[in-house]
Nanobody, 121 residues
Framework: QVHLVESGGGFVQPGGSLRLSCAASGSIFSLNTMGWFRQAPGKQRELVAHTTSGGGNPNYADSVKGRFTISRDNAENTVYLQMNSLKPEDTAVYYC??????????????WGQGTQVTVSS
């Protein structure tokens, strides 16, 4: 069974930084798209950032461009989200997501449990 485990969330003041990590473990044939979503109270879950299998073509939500950076280490099955210049509107539960092939010719979505990020004075 594949598991995604997030870490790095917390409480920070506006302008602060956090780095989220998500490590995938279990029976993994190959890693495909990996990324981060977030969901604030009363709002739909939204894509924050994602990378393709090669990790060289990141995409970001417009609201975080220039402030967040996604990266991945395929050797460690880990994706990161460096969050700088955090704003109160970044407050949400952040979910790691991965599209993973557990055997050749198949793939499915996996989700982490979520980690809370709170930005407030």
């Amino acid at each position: 069974q594949v598991h995604l485990v997030e870490s790095g969330g917390g409480f920070v003041q506006p302008g602060g930084s956090l780095r989220l990590s998500c490590a995938a473990s279990g029976s993994i044939f190959s890693l495909n798209t990996m990324g981060w979503f977030r969901q604030a109270p009363g709002k739909q879950r939204e894509l924050v950032a994602h990378t393709t299998s090669g990790g060289g073509n990141p995409n970001y939500a417009d609201s975080v461009k220039g402030r967040f950076t996604i990266s991945r280490d395929n050797a460690e099955n880990t994706v990161y989200l460096q969050m700088n210049s955090l704003k109160p509107e970044d407050t949400a539960v952040y979910y790691c997501h991965a599209l993973i092939s557990v055997y050749s010719g198949s793939s499915r979505h996996f989700w982490g449990q979520g980690t809370q990020v709170t930005v407030s004075s």
